[in-house]
Each structure stands twice: as structure tokens, then as C-alpha cells.
Nanobody, 114 residues
Framework: VQVVESGGGLVQPGGSLRLSCAASGFTFSSYDMSWHRQAPGKERELVAAITVAGRITNYADSVKGRFTISRDNAKKTVYLQMNSLKPEDTAVYYC????????WGQGTQVTVSS
């Protein structure tokens, strides 16, 4: 099982980024997927999650209305579209799947700063 995040970077407040998580080693279409983040000195937190067919999503209150999680089962990829970014969104963003146990990628750094 492997998940690989990409798409992070430096963006100004109010800007947008789209994160991608490419999955392999398991039947992607059979598993819920989620994005988490960890800011310096803070615990890792759930940002957004999506069910297998993408019909149900849920979000942390802090990102509702700004972030959108989606998935493409044919491409075995889950996305996180982040709009109206704020400095407090600065963190390392991780993709997660629970296949027996939790699997994490290496993370992708998102920095929101002017």
C-alpha cells in the first residue's frame, strides 16, 4: 500500500492550491480516503474525508466552504482543492487510507504567507 502526495507550495493569503494523492497497492475504489494536516507544534488533524464513490464528504469546521475533497477512482487519485487560503492553513498535508491499518504518505508542505 502506498499513497504519494503532491501539489504543495508557497501561496499568498487568498490564493488556491490543489493537492493530489496517488494511491497504489490496494483496490482504491473500495476504500474511503482522507486528508489530514499537521502544523508545527500541533497535533495532526483531519481536514476532509470522502467515501468510496465520493457521495459523502465531510470537513473540519475550519475549512468548510473553502476546501473540496474529490476522487477519481479510474486514476486512483484523491484531490484536495484549497481556496481562500489563510496563514493558519500552513501545515504539512497528508493523505491517509485505512487498509487493515492506517497508511500515510510523506506529506506535502503548504505554506500560506505574503
Amino acid at each position: 500500500v502506498q499513497v504519494v502526495e503532491s501539489g504543495g507550495g508557497l501561496v499568498q493569503p487568498g490564493g488556491s492550491l490543489r493537492l493530489s494523492c496517488a494511491a497504489s497497492g490496494f483496490t482504491f475504489s473500495s476504500y474511503d480516503m482522507s486528508w489530514h494536516r499537521q502544523a508545527p507544534g500541533k497535533e495532526r488533524e483531519l481536514v476532509a474525508a470522502i467515501t468510496v464513490a465520493g457521495r459523502i464528504t465531510n470537513y473540519a469546521d475550519s475549512v468548510k466552504g473553502r476546501f473540496t475533497i474529490s476522487r477519481d477512482n479510474a486514476k486512483k487519485t484523491v484531490y484536495l482543492q484549497m481556496n481562500s487560503l489563510k496563514p493558519e492553513d500552513t501545515a504539512v498535508y497528508y493523505c491517509n487510507v485505512q487498509v487493515g491499518r492506517g497508511y500515510w504518505g510523506q506529506g506535502t508542505q503548504v505554506t500560506v504567507s505574503s
